[in-house]
């Protein structure tokens, strides 16, 4: 099965914000140039709400990337390698994570690891093996069309269908199918059309909105519960 984290609030300082004088402050407190920082509403929050983004209640949050992805690849699923993640930017950038990426816990350690990444594109171990990978340009439909290429698509949402997560693993999940499961990255706000069009099915597994990183633990815990017991 995959899993792909779509419109994620993690991008590098754009232009537009660049020369802000938080952004300005934070690079410097980091040794960084202001074009290398990632965009986080804690230390850039003015710029950001005095700027003219598109969508800018979907961006500047890289911790629950962090968050999301900690959950997703701590889980037996994935260190079995029976579990693909893929991180889908809100600007249309594309994260492949390896079978063998081990995630820093540590926030600061991840962040410097996504400042790294944005600015060589790929990020490799001491035996030259790519653990991550980042491609530029690709949407979310070239993703699922080209790469991915599942048999079912699963958005989860607060504007789905009410359901429970074991439901919703049990209604498409299949020994012969190809599941994906795709998740927001961003803290507020719904999928964009042009994503929520390519699903087969969107579903809400809370009578609450949950955050990303306990939609992925409680999917990932029922898949489990099906995969594994083959």
């Given at each position: 099965m995959s899993l792909i984290i779509a419109e994620a609030a993690l991008e590098i300082v754009p232009k537009e914000i660049m020369h802000h004088r938080s952004v300005i402050n934070y690079a410097q407190k980091r040794g960084k140039n202001p074009r290398e920082v990632l965009l986080d509403r804690s230390y850039h929050h003015d710029a950001i709400i005095h700027s003219n983004l598109d969508s800018i209640w979907k961006r500047g949050r890289p911790d629950?990337?962090?968050?999301?992805?900690l959950e997703?690849?701590?889980?037996?699923?994935?260190?079995?390698?029976?579990?693909?993640v893929y991180?889908?930017?809100i600007?249309?950038?594309?994260?492949f994570v390896s079978d063998n990426l081990r995630l820093p816990k540590s926030y600061f350690r991840f962040e410097g690891l996504m400042m790294n990444l944005f600015k060589d594109n790929v990020i490799k171990n001491d035996s030259n093996d790519v653990l991550l990978e980042i491609q530029d340009n690709i949407t979310f439909e070239h993703l699922v069309k080209k790469v991915v290429k599942p048999n079912k698509l699963i958005g989860l949402s607060s504007r789905g269908i009410q359901s429970t997560a074991e439901n919703v693993v049990t209604e498409n999940i299949k020994k012969s199918y190809h599941c994906a499961f795709v998740i927001g990255g961003f803290p507020k706000g719904h999928f964009s059309e042009s994503i929520s069009k390519l699903f087969n099915h969107l579903y809400s597994i809370g009578e609450v909105k949950l955050e990303a990183h306990i939609v992925i633990s409680r999917i990932l815990y029922e898949s489990e519960k099906v995969l594994l017991s083959y």
């Open positions: 629950m990337v962090h968050f999301a992805l997703a690849l701590s889980t037996p699923l994935f260190l079995r390698h029976m579990l693909k991180v889908h930017t600007n249309n950038k594309i994260i």
